[in-house]
């Protein structure tokens, strides 16, 4: 093998590139013009169309049914939890302890015997009310404005995060319930 010889492809390339681009190009006008177009042909493009058009909205609806379905699976689902909680919730009612511990803290019985200790303003103190300052052991005559501190209890009342229940407030009874006392 001598390395004298030349490649035709390089001397073709080197000689110009105009064959090699005539070369690669395929004329759509030659490969269109030797298709032909026969009456089976015009059927078989119709039996297409009419296919795409007949199988698009078909397609259409399954994907949408298969939307719907996954959604409502996971809407089982989730009822489905909510079923098992509510049911571990009635078997935890069958227990008697269960039932004794949930009568003490929600309602405050007792045993015979028992005593409870309740812890009074427990609350955080940002969800207390502002306090007033320390009480003075003189007595001082002020001025205030009687309309102005109408409409500023008003207010605050209404701004009011937590409610302060006075003990007067805590004796008396509820409309239409009983008293052990005869009202005047």
Known sequence: MSTSRTDPVRTMTARGSKTTNRAKRVDVRDWLGGIRFSGFMAIMLGLVVLAVFV???????????????????EAVAVSQKEVDRLEAERDRWTDANYIASQARERLYYVKPGEVVYLVDNDLDESLLPLGRGPVSDKVEKTS??????????????????????TDEAANTPEPGEQTDSPTP
């Open 55 to 73: 199988l698009v909205p078909s397609i259409g609806t399954y994907l949408e049914q298969r939307q719907r379905i996954a959604s409502l699976q």
């Open 144 to 165: 205030v404005n009687w309309m102005t501190k109408a409409l500023r209890s008003v207010t605050e009342s209404g701004l009011a995060q937590s409610v302060a229940v």
